[in-house]
């Protein structure tokens, strides 16, 4: 299959290592024939970076238009900046090409939904790239909660803490139509939504904590920031997402904070907990059951988090869930893999790049819905956007509403 990629920043870069990862592991048959950029010199640093790692250079367009009117490809690989997702994938959807977009799938819940549509009318895939569920540590929890293995779900929570003033990652993600919160944040919807499914009500409270960020770089070994950039989106978010029955989802995210930073991950249960690593470290998924003996010591440290943790324990649970809890692919990309791996973060990056691309690549071939399809990208989106409707309307908002944009004040704010 010919693939062209659209957006040769950062990102597009970083996917043009997961193509590696599949070519050099026999995993599919593609060729990257195109890369597509506004801005010619990132098109030509990606055409030679696919000529360093690929072994070949593929052609550089500076427009979706020159590209399809030289060669249409098979697939694109959207890359570019979130705003600019549903423009470009519409385009390319309407001249018929099956489109992987990066995370988020759309700015907005009404863009999200205009790209379903879209690929609906014209009888061609699309599906958002979500790397983090991908991950080995990711694929455990979820086997470890599908089979109930400590009882069913009652509270996730996902806590990020950190960034003080610092410019995170670009300029356009503190704009308006950036929404940090969202292009942050949407990794850890989709988490929510893999490992418990969809909430029926969301409440939120959204803040701008730094008016101003600050780019850093080091000048003879010295940090200097460099002039202010202003702030127009919430760098704070506490949403509460609410299930039928008594499971409850805790997303926190304060990228605003200075000082000691704090992540955390883990997945309360009725008999236990599943402590899950942040993604891309390699660590080990740790899963604690709760005995009876915990609570009878006047220690609530124990009582909220049961029994120490008990390597051999953790591990005969682990042991139960293992066989189908990696598919082929995963096996291959991972070798041996049973809990945890030790490689370095660009290897781990790109092989969970491959992963993503590979399954759409599958899911075009084989004419099967992806993974992580363009109505599961839209979920990740209405499920941050819910929290920062709920904040802005100051009571709690049903999924739904904002799914079918009954509710879109705060969106409609956006210009986009």
Not at 153 to 182: A, E, F, Y
Request: glycine share 6%; with cysteine; net charge negative.
């Amino acid at each position: 299959m010919n693939i062209a990629l659209v957006g040769c920043g950062l990102m597009g870069k970083r996917h043009i290592h997961g193509l590696k990862e599949l070519i050099t592991n026999n995993l599919a048959d593609v060729k990257l024939t195109a890369v597509v950029d506004s801005d010619q010199t990132r098109a030509a640093e990606a055409a030679r970076l696919s000529k360093e790692v690929l072994g070949y250079a593929p052609r550089t367009y500076g427009d979706i238009g020159s590209m399809m009117n030289s060669k249409r490809p098979d697939i694109a690989d959207i890359a570019t900046d979130v705003k600019t997702h549903h423009t470009i994938a519409m385009s390319l959807i309407q001249g018929g090409v099956n489109c992987l977009v990066e995370k988020p799938l759309a700015v907005t819940v009404q863009a999200c939904n205009a790209i379903i549509a879209e690929s609906k009318k014209h009888g061609v895939r699309v599906a958002v790239a979500e790397n983090y569920r991908r991950d080995p540590c990711n694929r455990l929890t979820k086997s470890l909660i599908k089979n109930e293995v400590l009882g069913k779900p009652l509270h996730m929570l996902q806590l990020s803490v950190g960034g003080g003033d610092n410019l995170l990652l670009s300029t356009w993600r503190h704009k308006k139509s950036g929404v940090i919160s969202l292009d942050m944040g949407v990794h850890y919807t989709d988490l929510i939504y893999y490992f418990l499914g969809l909430p029926r009500k969301v409440f939120g409270t959204a803040s701008i904590i730094r008016n101003y960020r600050y780019k850093r770089e080091m000048v003879n070994d010295k940090a200097i920031r460099s002039a202010a950039i202003e702030c127009e989106t919430e760098d704070f978010l506490d949403a509460l997402y609410l299930y039928e029955g008594r499971t409850i989802a805790k997303l926190y995210l304060n990228s605003g904070a200075a000082g000691q930073g704090l992540w955390y991950r883990i997945v309360y249960c009725e008999d236990g907990s599943i402590l899950v690593p942040m993604d891309r470290t390699g660590e080990e998924v740790k899963a604690i059951r709760a005995h009876d003996d915990d609570y009878l010591s006047l220690n609530p440290a124990q009582i909220w988090l049961g029994a120490p943790y008990n390597e051999e324990e953790s591990q005969n649970m682990i042991d139960s869930v293992l066989d189908e809890t990696y598919d082929d692919y995963t096996k291959i990309l991972f070798p041996s893999i049973r809990n945890g791996y030790s490689m370095r973060f660009e290897e781990v990056d790109r092989k969970l790049i491959a992963l993503e691309m590979l399954d759409f690549i599958d899911s075009v071939r084989d004419h099967r819905h992806p993974e992580t399809e363009a109505y599961d990208g839209m979920i990740a989106v209405a499920l941050i956007y819910s929290a920062l409707e709920s904040s802005l309307l100051g009571e709690a908002v049903n999924l739904n509403d904002v799914m079918n944009m009954k509710i879109q004040d705060y969106q409609n704010q956006l210009g986009v």
